[in-house]
């Protein structure tokens, strides 16, 4: 299959800060991207997502940035809280496919206090 | 709204034991998944179920048999356990396809000796 991976295994940060989440994906025909929260014992939990037509995508405290050029994909949480602490990971989808939908290994997020 | 549900929360088999997995969702979503999640890995289909009455299978299906029992229902079935299949077992559903948000259940854990 293809590879989602991430840069950083895990990311402390201090409470307040903004956070940033980095994933490299290798397939250029990936179309649309999303991104999870998994907290310890919990299922994944949706986050915010982006289709390969747009750079850049905004929720609430959250922004997701899309280089298509160098398959780089990127998590900004804005001012980090304790509950912001998790597994981050991102999952790719190649042709609006079922079958298609691969994921990162995940990086985790500490937030410090 | 209870979302997805999953039983049990945790299973301990020997070698060769069969058992089945149930999910259920009672969002009316037309699509359902199975994934496994191992240590250090990111979550892999193992089926879906693009709509009530059809199942495909998915990155890893070996091993493995699925039922859509109606559309609130999809059970994942595992005929003769083996240590490989050891891993956390999650259910989704999503409202129609691939690029609509899936939503998961809590999880699984199984242990096969």
């Known amino acids: 299959g293809e590879s989602v991976g991430l840069h950083l295994p895990t990311l402390s940060v201090q409470e307040g800060d903004n956070s940033i989440i980095n994933c490299a994906y290798s397939n250029s025909a990936s179309d649309y991207f999303i991104w999870y929260k998994q907290e310890s014992g919990k299922g994944p939990q949706f986050i915010i997502d982006i289709r390969s037509n747009m750079d850049k995508r905004q929720g609430q405290r959250v922004t997701v940035l899309l280089n298509k050029t160098v398959k780089h994909l990127s998590l900004q949480i804005a001012a980090t809280q304790p509950g912001d602490s998790a597994v981050y990971f991102c999952a790719e989808n190649i042709g609006i496919n079922f079958n298609k939908f691969y994921f990162g290994s995940g990086t985790k997020l500490n937030v410090k206090p | 709204n209870a979302g997805v549900t999953q039983t049990p929360k945790f299973q301990v088999l020997k070698t060769g034991q069969s058992m089945t997995l149930q999910c259920a969702q009672d969002m009316n979503h037309n699509s359902m998944y199975w994934y496994r999640q191992d240590p250090g890995m990111g979550l892999r289909l193992i089926y879906y179920s693009a709509s009530e009455g059809t199942t495909d299978k998915g990155e890893v299906p070996n091993g493995y048999n699925v039922s859509r029992l109606n559309k609130r229902e999809f059970s994942l079935r595992l005929e003769s356990a083996a240590p490989s299949q050891t891993s956390v077992y999650f259910c989704?559903?999503?409202?129609?396809?691939?690029?609509?948000?899936?939503?998961f259940g809590p999880g699984t854990r199984l242990t096969v000796l």
């Open positions: 989704a559903s999503s409202l129609r396809g691939p690029t609509d948000t899936q939503y």
